[in-house]
């Protein structure tokens, strides 16, 4: 499952336990109607990607769910869920080197010498 948006929030590498288990939290706000703001979390060695990122980046996370199961001392059954990241992507598109960013649509001149019936020669 793959979610996208804004970086709304980074938080730094929590330890926790012995063994020196690692979380790294980040909050995505979706760019739909009504926008959510989805807390994924990155373990162990996933902590570092978010290294590269910062908050206001459009960005796609490749996720997967988790559920765990959890028995409390008085005997009652609870259910937890998480979004565990795998990985992220960048997604405002950089211009390659020395290549200047392409002009929005509004910026070309409606062609004045059209003509439908030439001939066209284009296989599409």
């Not at 499952?1 to 709304?8: D, P």
């Not at 206001?56 to 199961?69: A, P, Y």
Request: aromatic letters at 10%.
């Amino acid at each position: 499952m793959e979610i996208q948006g804004k970086i709304k929030q980074i938080d730094e590498t929590k330890t926790f336990g012995n063994n020196g288990f690692r979380k790294r939290e980040m909050v995505i706000t979706t760019e739909e109607q009504y926008p959510q703001h989805i807390l994924v979390e990155f373990v162990q060695d996933k902590c570092d990607m978010l290294n590269n990122f910062q908050v206001g980046q459009g960005v796609k996370v490749s996720i997967n769910l988790r559920g765990r199961e959890w028995v409390n001392p008085q005997g009652e059954t609870k259910y937890f869920n998480s979004i565990q990241g795998w990985r992220i992507e960048n997604l405002q598109e950089e211009a390659p080197q020395g290549m200047p960013p392409v002009p929005p649509m509004d910026a070309f001149e409606p062609a004045k010498d059209f003509n439908e019936e030439e001939h066209d020669d284009l296989p599409f």
